[in-house]
């Protein structure tokens, strides 16, 4: 089996995509995954067996189930990736001003330290009726944050999603773990 040619490619991610929603395939990343040569089993996407002279991609979703796994040929691997991805709720930055996180979410905020410098920060917006704005504090202290720091944008923290989230442009920045 040579590469798949674009159309091939094509009806793969319909297909990923289909098998995605009859939770035929996993919309999460895999617990772990396995490089080696195929056994001579299906592929969960292409139906087509992962023959001994092809890499194959095992998939273990859970770690305390490790008989379920997906198979997948390299390139399934990859269509199956990127129709994922797809499938990730828009997680785009925010303007803290002109849309504020929802009060107690517990969100990441890039903060401006004042002239150029920012930093990028759990943080949770609490909106107090009485207060003229909205106050923040730093998530992982639960204490305000520091004289000056000033909330430009914000987005939902995504667990696992947000390893393999495209970083901001501004990626130089100092980012906190
Ligand atoms: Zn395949």
Not at 56 to 71: G, I
Not at 144 to 149: A, Q, V
Request: one cysteine or more.
């Amino acid at each position: 089996m040579g590469e798949p040619s674009d159309r091939d490619t094509e009806a793969l991610r319909t297909r990923a995509r289909e098998r995605m929603r009859q939770g035929r395939l996993p919309h999460s990343k895999a617990a772990r995954t396995w490089g080696g040569l195929g056994s001579g089993l299906p592929c969960d996407l292409c139906d087509a067996a992962i023959l001994s002279s092809e890499p194959e991609f095992e998939l273990q979703l859970d770690l305390s189930a490790p008989s379920q796994s997906v198979r997948l040929h390299r390139q399934c691997h990859s269509i199956w990736n990127e129709v994922r991805e797809e499938y990730s709720p828009a997680n785009d930055w925010r303007s803290a001003d002109e849309q504020p996180p929802p009060p107690g979410a517990l969100v990441e905020a890039r903060l401006s330290l004042g002239g150029t410098r920012s930093v990028i920060l759990n943080v949770i917006c609490l909106k107090e009726p009485s207060a003229p704005s909205s106050s923040w504090i730093n998530a992982t202290t639960g204490g305000p944050l520091p004289e000056g720091w000033r909330p430009i944008e914000w987005r939902y923290l995504s667990g696992a999603k947000a390893e393999s989230a495209a970083q901001p442009s501004d990626s130089s920045l100092p980012k906190r773990a």
